[in-house]
């Protein structure tokens, strides 16, 4: 019979291997496309395919319990892994201490542990030979701090994953405040940009400065500026500011006619073309950017809230 004392050491030595922080809540990734596609595998009888696609999931997500309960049983009934199948089981139970499958994971355990001690005892010689008992214990080992190692070294590659990741979203995030900025955005904002234009423009129209403007100002500093008489005006003053008026009266006038001739030619209704704006609309029937808001305000069952305006569209033209 095989000396206890080898038995002993090597489940020691896969004990020690296999136990990583346990406790870890179920993660309940059943419907990740690399879990679907490893139980489709499974269900098709393509076993190695299966065990690959699980060990995949698990180093991906290592939380992932239900990838490795799956992956535990095929190594154990279908590969005969029992030093793999062993550690999984026990990965599997850290993870999920009292679930429903706890009973039938302790059982499959146990049977990794008597099929493990069968092979072991089935070498001949093995419990004559200490060297040989002792040589075969240090390969375990080594294999077992091997797979270790490299479920650390992926732990560490999925921590900078996230962390690129979460880098990547930020550029994202910036890159997309920038696009929305920038003068060379799409083509069907321009209507937007056209409409911000008219504002800005009627705002900088309302800011010039009426005639004596200078005058006033300085004379709110200056009290005895304010004091000063009024320049003498000359004996034909109010001649000329009788022709003044008949002019102005008549320069009215033009313009009145002029524009009701404008409007005259205004259609009442108005189909967009590809390319047109509110903008473009306004100066081409009334002259002047700023009646855009009077097509708006005559259609705004049909322009969207942001003042675009579609090709084929049916615009009213007030007068």
């Avoid at 005639?211 to 320049?231: H, K, M, Q, S, T």
């Avoid at 609309?281 to 003042?307: C, E, H, P, Q, V």
Wanted: proline fraction near 3%; include cysteine.
């Amino acid at each position: 019979m095989m000396n206890k004392a080898v038995f002993a050491a090597l489940l020691a030595a896969l004990v020690s291997a296999c136990d990583y922080a346990g406790g870890r809540a179920q993660s309940g990734q059943r419907t990740d496309a690399a879990y679907r596609a490893a139980m489709e595998d499974y269900r098709a009888g393509r076993l190695d395919q299966a065990i690959a696609g699980f060990r995949k999931v698990c180093r991906d997500d290592p939380s992932n319990s239900s990838a490795r309960f799956q992956l535990a049983c095929l190594l154990l009934d279908a590969s005969r892994d029992h030093a793999g199948a062993y550690c999984a089981f026990r990965e599997y139970l850290l993870q999920q201490p009292g679930s429903d499958k706890e009973r039938l994971a302790r059982d499959r355990l146990a049977a990794c542990e008597k099929e493990f001690a069968r092979e072991l005892a089935a070498k001949h010689g093995l419990a004559d030979s200490g060297a040989e008992a002792s040589a075969a214990i240090a390969s375990l080992k080594e294999k077992l701090a091997a797979s270790e190692k490299e479920r650390e070294a992926q732990r560490n590659e999925l921590a900078e994953a996230k962390k690129s990741i979460a880098a990547l979203s930020a550029q994202v995030k910036h890159l997309k405040s920038l696009v929305s900025d920038s003068p060379d955005a799409e083509a069907p904002s321009r209507d937007v940009r056209d409409v911000k234009a008219l504002l800005a423009g009627e705002d900088d129209a309302a800011s010039v400065p009426t005639p004596n403007a200078g005058r006033d100002v300085l004379a709110e500093d200056d009290p005895d500026l304010a004091a000063v008489a009024p320049i003498a005006q000359p004996k034909d003053a109010k001649k000329q500011r009788d022709a003044a008026k008949e002019e102005a009266e008549r320069r009215a006038a033009a313009r009145a006619a002029a524009l009701k001739a404008m409007r005259d030619k205004i259609p009442e209704e108005y189909v967009v073309e590809e390319g047109d704006t509110l903008y473009k609309i306004a100066m081409k029937f009334y002259g002047k950017a700023s009646a855009w808001k009077l097509i708006r305000d005559a259609n705004r069952a049909i322009i969207s809230t942001d003042g675009r305006v579609k090709t084929g569209q049916k615009l009213k033209l007030p007068k």
